[in-house]
């Protein structure tokens, strides 16, 4: 018998909401944690559970606190009242052990976790950062981990807080209602606890519930909102659609969109979850395929469903005050087919070019990425780059000198020729950068930093004093050449020449290959290129010349400008102190701290703001 699916959504009258004005106040004193547990995502902890430990660390983008707490409190109130609970305060108490905590983040959590027993170790079907529970359950479907399931999810809602410190060592930390009122009423499996200055090396500890005297807690407060029981209407649903673009070649998927702004009377929706049943068997049946809660958000996807199945989703909502709609007269929705797998086309050889070439103890080598090329290669051949219009196309030049010494070398590449199938001659590139590459070791070997911007003719030497590298015994010069919008399509060459003296000791054909793609002016991806301190210091100029830094880093930030990236040197450095010139002078600590003056920070960062660096 062929099976049916069906997704559930309704509508329902309602009363009204409102304050109860003598209703009483709730003031909880202290919530107990429940549960809590240190998720690890450095490499090598990444299958640790900590659920025993009396502290443990909250640190970056690699330590994060996982907690539940008693909400009997909440629900036995309500319950002896009559009323739903609207939350308005809640702070979490913790206690700190080393470093101190400036400003933290909190995200829902839609599974149920294992706090665990162990200290530091693996243990079977415990919560950490990889598993639910270890080793046999992921945090989603997909095998995703902690920060997929949380921080990462689109679905989940998260707030940040700043830190304040107390006495002995009391962290006092605001927490958003919602995020209290998700736990209050089933949505999520208590919060995670993420350090938002994470580029910083500090190491933040806490004390868990383990420590007997210093165990965390919550203070929640609230108030009487609207009598029990109640109906709620949901909020409309404009559609529940097949979705091609959530299905892979094996299944398909559904979106379900909801009318995320809706508010009724003085009170509005801050969650929903939405389940998917798939009919079967008899009249009436149906199972329960997936339930997925979203926070804040009009658009929900299920995927990996079975393609061209019937469907029902079935919504609920949530608001603030402490209701929820009731679903009614579900509608039904077909899931997307399946991808088409696609024909794998007849793909025409690479078009190559020769990449070694040596004369006279001489040897230059033609790479066009930055990868290590293996010696033992013997047939010697290098594909031809290819590259769209409006764009530069790079090639790597490696010089290798006899006996690995030279001094008074020059190189140029006067332009590349078109050299199609065409009686017209085009324009030929003629806009052609050199640079030399910067090393920077790596054990025995080294790899490129930055581009040091090289003249045609002007002259250097191998191995690079500067550069200061151990038994270095060549040098790698970075070819840019810009391919503008009326650049003819097909190939193009052009001769590298190297010279030692001012006289020709190689000279080696270079060739690329110009696609008929041509990029928009306009930058649709975000390329960022994060540095801990500016190029200018690599380059050897100080602080101390504020004039000349600022010039030599500018050129670099053209540089990456030009290429579609973004340069993107940090004002701060990972032990949180701040680099020369990353913020305006301040004066003052805590409650006294301002602001003195913006003069040196605007003479460094203002141009790049204002696009006339550019």
């Not at 594909?383 to 690995?404: E, F, M």
Request: with cysteine; hydrophobic share 35%.
């Amino acid at each position: 018998m062929r099976k049916i699916v069906f997704v559930v959504l309704s509508l329902i009258p309602a009363v009204a909401f409102a304050d109860i004005k003598n209703g009483p106040p709730i003031n909880i004193k202290k919530l107990p944690i429940t549960a809590d547990v240190g998720i690890c995502a450095h490499r090598n902890e990444v299958s640790l559970n900590t659920g025993k430990n009396s502290h443990i660390r909250i640190k970056g983008n690699e330590h994060y606190y996982l907690f539940n707490f008693d909400t009997k409190q909440i629900r036995t109130e309500q319950i002896r009242n009559q009323y739903h609970w609207k939350i308005t305060k809640a702070t979490l108490h913790l206690k700190i052990a080393k470093g101190h905590l400036r400003k933290v983040a909190f995200c829902t959590v839609p599974a149920e976790w294992v706090e665990g027993t162990a200290v530091n170790k693996k243990q079977k079907g415990s919560t950490c950062f990889t598993h639910l529970k270890y080793p046999d359950k992921p945090w989603t479907q997909w095998g995703g981990t902690m920060l997929d399931a949380t921080f990462n999810s689109p679905y989940m809602m998260w707030k940040t807080s700043e830190v304040k410190t107390g006495k002995d060592g009391w962290l006092e930390i605001p927490i958003a209602p919602e995020l209290i009122q998700a736990v209050v009423a089933g949505l999520s499996h208590g919060l995670v606890m993420s350090d938002e200055k994470g580029q910083t090396r500090e190491n933040h500890d806490v004390y868990t519930r383990e420590q007997g005297n210093a165990k965390p807690y919550l203070t929640v407060e609230g108030k009487a909102y609207i009598p029990l029981p109640v109906i709620l209407p949901p909020p409309p649903v404009a559609n529940a659609k097949p979705f091609l673009r959530g299905a892979d070649f094996n299944s398909g998927a559904v979106i379900v969109r909801v009318n995320g702004a809706y508010n009724f009377g003085n009170d509005r929706v801050f969650a929903s979850k939405v389940r998917l049943f798939e009919k079967h068997g008899g009249a009436g049946k149906a199972r329960l395929v997936r339930t997925m809660i979203f926070f804040h958000r009009q658009e929900l996807v299920f995927a990996g469903l079975h393609p061209g199945k019937k469907y029902i989703v079935h919504l609920n909502s949530y608001f603030m005050g402490g209701g929820m709609s009731i679903p009614q007269n579900p509608p039904t929705v077909t899931a997307s087919p399946a991808l088409t797998i696609p024909k794998v086309p007849k793909l025409k050889p690479l078009k190559t070019m020769k990449r070694v070439h040596e004369h006279n103890g001489w040897r230059v080598e033609l790479l066009s990425t930055t990868a290590k090329t293996p010696r033992n290669d013997k047939s010697f051949i290098q594909s031809i780059p290819i590259t769209p219009r409006n764009a530069w196309v790079g090639l790597q030049v490696v010089i290798t000198p006899p006996k690995g010494k030279a001094e008074n070398i020059s190189v140029s590449l006067p332009g590349l020729g078109f050299k199609g199938l065409q009686r017209e001659r085009p324009i030929p590139l003629k806009h052609v950068k050199l640079h030399r590459v910067w090393y920077v070791p790596k054990g025995k070997d080294y790899h490129a930093e930055v581009l040091v911007p090289l003249k045609s003719g002007e002259k250097f030497s191998i191995p690079w004093t500067q550069n200061k590298i151990p038994n270095q015994a060549n040098q790698a010069i970075f070819v840019d050449v810009w391919v503008p919008k009326s650049a003819a399509v097909g190939p193009h060459k052009g001769k590298f020449v190297v010279r030692r003296n001012g006289k020709p000791v190689m000279t080696v054909p270079i060739k690329i290959q110009v696609a008929g793609v041509t990029l928009p002016d306009k930058f649709n991806i975000v390329g960022d290129m994060n540095a801990y301190s500016s190029p200018a210091r690599a380059m050897g100029v100080k602080h101390s010349d504020p004039k000349a830094c600022i010039e030599m880093e500018r050129k670099y930030y053209r540089l990456a400008h030009s290429h579609r990236m973004t340069l993107n040197v940090l004002p701060y450095s990972q032990s949180g102190s701040i680099n020369w010139r990353g913020a305006p002078k301040i004066a003052g600590k805590g409650k006294d701290v301002k602001i003195t003056d913006w003069k040196e920070w605007d003479e460094r960062f203002g141009p790049l703001l204002s696009g006339e660096a550019f």
